[in-house]
């Protein structure tokens, strides 16, 4: 399997429920990052791991939880979700974070989530 | 903070017509610039992106983007567009400011433009 994978692509979660998202990238990258797409917004960065590393949380509610195991596997835990979280969370990875601006990032599909 | 305007959220046209979708950015910074495209039910794929050096930029299936730094613009732009191009498409930006190390990696999206191609 080649690129940036995603699982599930569909989850519908209850408001008091535990699920967490996969992300894994067979491109070699030391990058990686999450961003949640909602209707009618711009795309917004959550969260940047660079070597497992996480450099960037972007005002992130503690009900998202992410780990990074290792440089080809992203996980983002959910908890506690409200209805307002229901989006599109998409994960992306980049060759090399050093001067990583220039680096083109890689997309998965995404995950839909509805939370009820 | 860099900002990015897509100054149209939908574009219909007819099969074979030319196709322009604006971005325009704001920066007291240098940017790189970026086009991405999203199929339904997909994630983001790189049409294009400017560095440096030519302004004009070819990118996949056709698409071109030129670079105008007085106008802060990066205008995507196909001479004859196909059904197939029927799609969402992004412009982002990312600075290379004097700050390097705390937005290593950032993009900046504008809201996307919705591409409807009619036969």
């Known amino acids: 399997e080649t690129g940036v994978t995603q699982t599930p692509r569909h989850l519908v979660m209850g408001m008091t429920n535990k699920k967490s998202l996969k992300c894994e990238q067979h491109?070699?990258?030391?990058?990686m990052y999450w961003y949640k797409q909602s209707a009618k917004k711009p795309l917004e960065l959550m969260f940047v791991y660079n070597f497992k590393e996480q450099t960037e949380n972007n005002s992130v509610p503690s009900r998202f939880s992410p780990e990074c195991p290792n440089s080809s596997h992203l996980f983002l835990h959910l908890h506690t979700l409200q209805p307002e979280d229901s989006a599109l969370y998409l994960c992306a990875s980049s060759q090399d974070p050093v001067g990583g601006r220039t680096d083109t990032q890689y997309f998965g599909p995404g995950t839909r989530l509805t939370v009820l | 903070a860099q900002s990015v305007t897509q100054l149209d959220s939908q574009v219909p046209v007819f099969e074979e017509a030319p196709v322009e979708l604006r971005c325009n950015y704001s920066s007291s910074v240098s940017v790189y610039l970026f086009w991405y495209v999203q199929y339904p039910n997909q994630g983001l794929q790189l049409l294009l992106k400017y560095l440096s050096g030519s302004t004009l930029v070819k990118g996949i299936n056709g698409f071109e983007a030129e670079f105008n730094k007085s106008q802060t613009s990066f205008h995507l732009r196909k001479p004859s567009v196909h059904i197939s191009d029927t799609a969402e498409y992004f412009c982002?930006?990312?600075?290379?400011?004097?700050?390097?190390?705390?937005?290593?990696?950032?993009?900046?999206f504008g809201r996307g433009t919705q591409l409807t191609v009619w036969p």
């Open positions: 982002a930006v990312s600075d290379f400011g004097a700050d390097r190390g705390s937005t290593l990696g950032r993009l900046y």
């Open positions: 491109l070699g990258h030391n990058a």
